[in-house]
């Protein structure tokens, strides 16, 4: 699969999966960037914006296993990743697989739940296996979580740890529609018999994992790559800011970058292609300074003070 063919299925599953979510296509591109960079994405956004028919939607596009967890205060680890149970028949004990061995798994507010089931999920996502009394057990590939969190009812939840979010490829959310897409939300539910939308399969696996090889194709210039670092390096710089990226932070907006562009059918990355995506890939992964919270500074309003900081590098465009 090339970039030209990659970007068309990119497009093809975005508009299946629009047919049923209300939503801006540049929400969906992001989120798209991040299963096609190999990453996870966290949903911050209030009940009933279509956090969880997004997830279940682009699981079902992508031809792919879904699996939801529903994070709760009495959630133990064990119910995330499995268990050892006892078979009598046999007289001995058997690995029985938990909801993290699907492809697409929705954490459904996942701060909830209490922080060490939420560590189990950390090994799961960034070695792709789980370890459970001892023994190591290999997720399917593709792997991606969807996490959800709402960010106006706190009573009752756990804030994720920067280790945890930062595992995240980006982070981003669905807002209120406009009124023509509220609109259309009720035109389309008035269409049909079914509460919930369907939609069809656009992929399989094996596409989907030649759709991730292709980012790993796409070209970066020097410059641009220096651009992406600066940027990174600015944030540990920013008066407002405690924690910066991380270097880890800093190559997820290099593998976002490239995504982007393959989105967008390029087969290299300009500038703009890291301007687009910097805000859901940074944002999140920075620690503001208290008494900048209580200013009221947002995170994402630092990346942009930060983009507006750091020099564009000029690169010509190929025809």
């Known amino acids: 699969m090339d970039v030209t063919e990659a970007s068309e299925t990119t497009q093809s599953v975005i508009d299946e999966i629009l047919d049923a979510v209300i939503g801006e296509r540049e929400f969906m591109e992001t989120v798209m960037v991040g299963v096609l960079s190999r990453g996870h994405v966290l949903l911050e956004d209030v009940p009933g914006t279509g956090k969880t028919l997004t997830a ?5 596009a992508l031809g792919l296993e879904f699996s939801r967890i529903q994070f709760t205060p009495d959630l133990l680890p064990s119910d995330v990743t499995g268990t050892h149970v006892f078979n009598e028949r046999d007289q001995s004990f058997e690995f029985s697989e938990g909801p993290i061995f699907a492809n ?18 950390l090994e799961a996502m960034q070695e ?7 023994d190591t057990h290999e997720l399917p590939e593709p792997f991606f979580v969807i996490a959800t969190q709402n960010p106006v009812e706190q009573e009752g939840t756990f804030e ?8 995240f490829q980006v982070k981003s959310s669905l807002g209120y529609p406009e ?11 008035a269409g049909r018999d079914e509460q919930t939308p369907t939609v069809d399969s656009i992929l399989d696996q094996d596409s989907v994992r030649s759709l991730r090889q292709v980012a ?14 600066r940027v990174g390096r600015a944030t540990r710089n920013h008066p407002q800011v405690e ?46 300074k208290p008494e900048a919270t209580i200013e009221g500074v947002e995170q994402r309003g630092v990346v942009r003070d930060v983009l ?10 190929e025809a």
């Open 104 to 121: 697409v798994v929705l954490a459904d507010e996942i701060n909830r739940a209490p922080p060490k089931t939420q560590a189990a999920l």
């Open 243 to 288: 924690v910066g990226v991380s270097p880890r932070g800093t190559q997820k907006l290099f593998e976002s970058a490239r995504a982007h562009a393959v989105v967008q059918g390029r087969e290299f990355v300009t500038p703009d292609d890291v301007k687009q995506i910097v805000e859901p890939v940074l944002a999140h992964r920075l620690v503001l």
């Open 128 to 134: 792709r296996q789980v370890t459970v009394d001892g």
């Open 56 to 60: 279940s939607s682009l699981a079902t």
């Open 160 to 167: 994720l740890p920067e280790a945890q979010v930062d595992r």
């Open 216 to 229: 790993e194709t796409v070209h970066i210039e020097e410059d641009v790559l220096k651009y992406i670092a």
């Open 179 to 189: 009124e023509e897409g509220e609109f259309e939300l009720l035109r389309r539910r």
């Open 308 to 317: 507006n900081q750091v020099p564009v590098p000029t690169v010509e465009l």
